[in-house]
Structures are given as structure tokens and as C-alpha cells.
């Protein structure tokens, strides 16, 4: 039995969101990243729960989704133009001392 073999078995976990109990299942290394993927998901939608605008488990776990899938590209578009800024400035930085070196 071989550590590779142990890494690759996937184990039942329960997480819960809004009071339901999941069973799903995951790699051992990776359970306390479920957890706080799960853990984070349920704040989500107690949060759009609590608005009252959303009613019925669907809605609510749609409404959270979307959430998430904004937040995410938000983040991505930031990341982006941090990653372009930083960019720039690490050419402006290497033609200076292309620049320096040269004289």
C-alpha cells in the first residue's frame, strides 16, 4: 500500500449548508479546503437568505452561485490589470537599466 495509492482514495466528508447535511467526497489533503469552501458557501447564502428577497433552497443556491461567479470574475479582472500594471512597470524598469548600463 503505497503513499501514492493513499493520496489518490477519495473519503466520504459531510458538510453543512443551511441546516442540510451533504455527503460528498474528497481527496484526505483536500478536506479542510471543503470545509472552508463549504463553510464559506453556507455564510453565502444564510447572507441571501436573510435578505428575504430569495425564497425556496434553488433560488437561494442560485442566487449565491451567481454571487460567487461575480466575485470571481471581479477578481480576475483585477488580477489582470495588476498583473498588466506590474508588467509595464518591469519593462519601464529594464529599459532604465538597459539605458544605465549602456552609458
Same mark, same amino acid.
Given at each position: 500500500y503505497s503513499i501514492?495509492?493513499?493520496?489518490?482514495?477519495k473519503v466520504p466528508?459531510?458538510?453543512?449548508? @443551511?441546516?442540510?447535511?451533504?455527503?460528498?467526497?474528497?481527496?484526505? #489533503?483536500?478536506k479542510d479546503v471543503l470545509f472552508n469552501s463549504a463553510e464559506l458557501l453556507n455564510d453565502k447564502m444564510m447572507k441571501t437568505k436573510a435578505e428575504g428577497k430569495t425564497i425556496g433552497l434553488d433560488r437561494i443556491a442560485v442566487i449565491s452561485a451567481l454571487n460567487f461567479a461575480n466575485d470571481s470574475l471581479s477578481?480576475?479582472?483585477m488580477?489582470?490589470? @495588476?498583473?498588466?500594471?506590474?508588467k509595464h512597470r518591469?519593462?519601464?524598469?529594464?529599459?532604465?537599466?538597459?539605458?544605465?548600463?549602456? #552609458?
Open positions: 501514492v495509492e493513499e493520496r489518490n482514495k466528508v459531510t458538510v453543512k449548508i @443551511l441546516n442540510q447535511n451533504y455527503e460528498v467526497s474528497c481527496y484526505e #489533503d483536500e477578481h480576475k479582472e488580477t489582470n490589470t @495588476l498583473n498588466s500594471t506590474i518591469i519593462l519601464s524598469i529594464n529599459q532604465k537599466l538597459e539605458s544605465i548600463l549602456k #552609458d
